[in-house]
T-cell receptor
Framework: DAKTTQPNSMESNEEEPVHLPCNHSTISGTDYIHWYRQLPSQGPEYVIHGLTSNVNNRMASLAIAEDRKSSTLILHRATLRDAAVYYCILRDGWGTYKYIFGTGTRLKVLA | DAGVIQSPRHEVTEMGQEVTLRCKPISGHNSLFWYRQTMMRGLELLIYFNNNVPIDDSGMPEDRFSAKMPNASFSTLKIQPSEPRDSAVYFC?????????????FGPGTRLTVL
C-alpha cells in the first residue's frame, strides 16, 4: 500500500504558482521524500527529493513540514508543459530502493 | 547521454505466446528496476536488481514472469505464456546506489497488448 496521500487532481492557471500537497504521516526518520512526475505517454521523471530541509532546484521547490509528516511540491510558475501526474513517494522500508507509487495528483494547467 | 533504452516500444501478441521485453540501463548505473503500469493498479514495482543480482522480486505476479540481468548493461523481462491481463505499459528504470536519495531514471516504456 502507498505510504503517501495526495489529492486526485488539481487545476492551476498558466504562469501562476502551484502547491501540490502530500501527507506521509508514517514516515520514518531515514525516509527521503521523493517527487516524480509523469507526462502523458512518457515514463516518470524525477522532480526533486529531500529529507528534512526545504529543497530547491531548477524544476521546483520542496517544502517539508517540521514534523516531516507532510510536504508540498511548489511549481513557481506553471506552464502547459507541467500538466502531468505528480507522485509523492517514500521507500518501502529502510535499506530498500523499492518505491511505492500511489495514485498521484493529476495537474491540469489552464491557458 | 543516452537515457534508459527499452525495446520494443510496442508489442502486440496473442494469448499463450512468449513475450520478451528488453532494457539497457544508463551506463554506470548499477540498480535496475522493472515496473508495470495499468489503469486499475497504477505503477507497481515488479523486481529490482543491484549489481546484476535480483534483490526483491516480490512484485512479480506469478511464475509466468521472469527477469534476468546477465550483465550490467542489459536486462530482460519475459512472460511465458502471456495472457490478456498482462496487457500494460512496462517501464524499466535505473539508478546509482546513493542511499535513500537515489534518483531513478525511467525509460520510455513498452506498451504490451495481449489479444
Amino acid at each position: 500500500d502507498a505510504k503517501t496521500t495526495q489529492p486526485n487532481s488539481m487545476e492551476s492557471n498558466e504562469e501562476e504558482p502551484v502547491h501540490l500537497p502530500c501527507n506521509h504521516s508514517t514516515i520514518s526518520g531515514t525516509d527521503y521524500i521523493h517527487w516524480y512526475r509523469q507526462l502523458p505517454s512518457q515514463g516518470p521523471e524525477y522532480v526533486i527529493h529531500g529529507l528534512t530541509s526545504n529543497v530547491n532546484n531548477r524544476m521546483a521547490s520542496l517544502a517539508i513540514a517540521e514534523d516531516r509528516k507532510s510536504s508540498t511540491l511548489i511549481l513557481h510558475r506553471a506552464t502547459l508543459r507541467d500538466a502531468a501526474v505528480y507522485y509523492c513517494i517514500l521507500r518501502d522500508g529502510w535499506g530498500t530502493y523499492k518505491y511505492i507509487f500511489g495514485t498521484g495528483t493529476r495537474l491540469k494547467v489552464l491557458a | 547521454d543516452a537515457g534508459v533504452i527499452q525495446s520494443p516500444r510496442h508489442e502486440v501478441t496473442e494469448m499463450g505466446q512468449e513475450v520478451t521485453l528488453r532494457c539497457k540501463p544508463i551506463s554506470g548505473h548499477n540498480s535496475l528496476f522493472w515496473y508495470r503500469q495499468t489503469m486499475m493498479r497504477g505503477l507497481e514495482l515488479l523486481i529490482y536488481f543491484n549489481n546484476n543480482v535480483p534483490i526483491d522480486d516480490s512484485g512479480m505476479p506469478e511464475d509466468r514472469f521472469s527477469a534476468k540481468m546477465p550483465n550490467a548493461s542489459f536486462s530482460t523481462l519475459k512472460i511465458q505464456p502471456s495472457e490478456p491481463r498482462d496487457s500494460a505499459v512496462y517501464f524499466c528504470a535505473s539508478s546509482l546506489p546513493t542511499g535513500g536519495g537515489a534518483k531513478q531514471f525511467f525509460g520510455p516504456g513498452t506498451r504490451l497488448t495481449v489479444l
